[in-house]
């Protein structure tokens, strides 16, 4: 069965500094990856997917960018946190089920 | 636009009786809906699901109902356990893509 890997599981960060959140996946090759966003009180928002190495597609227009450098590494990015990136941040990996959906511990991240 | 919408933000129910969680969605071309589970500090955990062409589909204690034509779901947990509170979302899909449109969830409390 699918695991993901998913640190740091708890980040503090000043506004202006730079983002690096990884997420790995073990139990499965060729995965579709996905990256969403719970922001405190509200859902779950999908900012990023990727079928494959090097594929990356955005959801919503945003401060972060998403990199795939191998067929099961997701690294989540930012240049310049914004107060507003603060929220826990959730690494999905598709199941073999129709449009089920394997989700990593989350990192939370707290912009000052 | 929130295409998939949970209005109400918690539930409090007492421990083996029946909770009904509710969520509707604007699309009507999703074709595929999901229920996950979220403990705090953890990634959501698929729990069950139900296609289009369906109107029921039931796991256990869990069944869920999908109304096309009011483009509305609900899941209903019976009985009760204080080990079912937590924040239930709803998801739905409608390319086979594996995105996943989320609710807001609906935090339960089960009182013992």
């Known amino acids: 069965s699918q695991t993901i890997h998913q640190w740091p599981a708890t980040l503090v960060q000043p506004v202006g500094s730079p983002l690096s959140l990884e997420c790995t996946v073990e139990?499965?090759?060729?995965?579709?990856l996905y990256w969403y966003r719970q922001a405190a009180g509200r859902g779950l928002q999908l900012l990023f997917y990727?079928?494959?190495?090097?594929?990356i597609s955005s959801e919503v227009p945003q401060n972060l960018s998403a990199s795939r450098p191998q067929d099961r590494q997701f690294i989540l990015s930012s240049k310049k946190l914004l107060l507003s990136d603060s929220g826990f941040y959730l690494c999905?990996?598709?199941?073999?089920?129709?449009?089920?959906?394997?989700f990593g511990p989350g990192t939370r991240l707290l912009v000052l | 636009d929130q295409q998939v919408k949970q209005n109400s933000p918690s539930l409090s129910v007492q421990e083996g009786r029946i909770s009904i969680l509710n969520c509707d969605y604007t699309n009507s071309m999703f074709d595929y809906f999901l229920w996950y589970k979220k403990y705090p500090a953890e990634g959501p955990t698929f729990l069950i699901s139900?296609?289009?062409?369906?109107d029921k589909n039931e796991d256990g204690r869990f069944t869920v109902f999908l109304n096309k034509s009011a483009k509305h779901l609900s899941l209903h947990i019976v009985p009760s356990q204080p080990g079912d509170s937590a924040v239930y979302f709803c998801?739905?899909?409608?390319?086979?893509?594996?995105?996943?449109?989320f609710g807001q969830g609906t935090e339960l409390s089960v009182k013992p």
């Open positions: 139900i296609s289009s062409i369906k």
């Open positions: 990727s079928v494959g190495i090097g594929q």
């Open positions: 139990g499965t090759s060729n995965p579709n």
């Open positions: 998801a739905a899909s409608y390319n086979q893509g594996g995105k996943l449109i």
């Open positions: 999905a990996c598709r199941g073999p089920g129709r449009e089920t959906q394997y």
